[in-house]
């Protein structure tokens, strides 16, 4: 089966969708499909092209077995809208029309949360007469709201109305969480086209491991109890009110070693070293992003991962793929989220600890307690490691992979 799929992300962008995307379809060339991916220069989240890439109309390379397929975009850094709406208007575009120039897929398939891209993707179905699959990997826009970043307004209901219309006309939509399901269902989207393939951990590459002592020293995270968050430092992830939990533990004398390490751009990330500085947070470490290579060297820095979003209804619905991350690491998972499906798997695993999102004085809590427990600490981490293999990518590479040759061989 060939497979043609449309994403703006993918490596060397580390960001959740580029590395969804990527780890899957290195499964489904291994299993003797081909893939080829459409996409475009690696820019996001600064804006600023790769070292090693060029913004060009056309260029390809392979990677791992995958054909990789970059246009020429407007490039916009992740912050604001108007430039970032451009940007995905124009990869709609040129990624429509490298599509045409492909050899004949057997189905298309675009990913979320731009779904442009998707309305690319559903255009290129039509015109190669072959079957769309929509992967839904966020409401947008509904989650644009949430953040605050786009109001109520007539060009909000036209693109809720173009959300709508690109659920219809796929042949099947896979979403990430079964309450993204729900939403859709209770929009009026037939339940039988739609399909959940959670979030997984491409297991291979974590594992519990000793921290390097080189980068610990470098860090200045020695004999500290350290509480990680590595991830897209974004307006869905309200990261200031983290801030606020280490300004409660700074000044709490049994709570001198507890360090927040913050690894990873986006957004909200200037805002938040500003923020830290002035209110002169010793406790807390930034580390710029790193290559998708090197982030378990990051997480076996911790003791437990930190997984914190936006106090909104949207986001009760979000499973982190930072959550799966931690488990394959054997870390413990501190949750501070609006109650939904992430404090399901973290409650049912067993794999961690549920606060309420944005309430600082709970996170602080939860943290100082866990600090003071080793043995509950260890114990959490046991469960942790030993949950991974139940969302692991590969079981994800294999659900999706089984709903494209549903619809490869219904057409």
């Known amino acids: 089966m060939h497979i043609l799929f449309l994403t703006e992300n993918f490596p060397p962008e580390t960001n959740a969708s580029a590395t969804r995307v990527f780890e899957r379809a290195r499964y489904w060339v291994q299993w003797g499909h081909r893939v080829t991916i459409l996409t475009c220069a690696p820019n996001f989240p600064q804006g600023t092209v790769y070292p090693g890439y060029r913004n060009r109309w056309y260029q390809t390379e392979e990677m791992e077995g995958i054909r990789v397929v970059r246009v020429k975009t407007f490039i916009a850094a992740n912050e604001g809208f108007s430039a970032r709406i451009v940007d995905f208007l124009s990869f709609m575009v040129t990624a429509f029309i490298a599509g045409l120039f492909q050899k004949r897929p057997d189905v298309v398939v675009a990913t979320s949360p731009q779904f442009f891209a998707a309305v690319a993707g559903w255009a290129l179905a039509g015109v190669r007469r072959k079957p769309f699959v929509f992967e839904l990997g966020d409401l947008w826009p509904a989650s644009i709201t949430a953040v605050g970043a786009m109001r109520d307004s007539a060009m909000l209901r036209m693109l809720e ?16 969480t079964y309450a993204f399901r729900d939403d859709l269902v209770s929009r009026g989207i037939d339940t039988d086209k739609i399909h959940v393939v959670r979030n997984g951990v491409d297991l291979p590459r974590y594992g519990r491991r000793e921290p390097d002592p080189d980068l610990v020293r470098s860090l200045d995270l020695e004999n500290s109890f350290v509480i990680g ?24 004398d049994s709570a001198r070693k507890i360090r927040f390490l913050f690894v990873g751009t986006g957004a909200a990330r200037k805002a938040l070293e500003s923020e830290a500085h002035e209110r002169q947070l010793g406790n807390v470490v930034f580390v710029p992003v790193q290559p998708k290579e090197r982030v378990a060297e990051y997480w076996a820095l ?20 930072k959550i799966f991350e931690a488990m394959g690491m054997g870390l413990p998972v501190v949750l501070a989220a609006p109650q939904g499906e992430a404090w399901d798997i973290i409650a049912s695993e067993g794999a961690g600890v549920c606060v309420p999102a944005e309430s600082p004085q709970d996170l602080a809590n939860a943290i100082l307690a866990l600090a003071e427990d080793p043995e509950r600490l260890a114990a959490l981490a046991k469960v942790s490691g030993a949950a991974a293999p139940r969302y692991s990518r590969e079981k994800q590479a294999r659900e999706m992979v089984r709903v494209l040759q549903h619809v490869f061989t219904k057409q």
Do not use: Q, W
């Open 161 to 176: 109305r173009l959300e709508l219309f690109l659920y219809r006309r796929s042949a099947a939509v896979v979403a990430l």
């Open 229 to 252: 968050y590595i991830g897209t430092h974004g307006m869905a992830h309200a990261l200031n009110r983290v801030l606020d939990s280490a300004e409660l533990l700074l000044r709490t």
């Open 302 to 321: 911790c003791d437990v991962a930190l997984v914190h979003l936006k106090d909104s209804p949207v986001f009760a619905g979000v499973i982190p793929s």
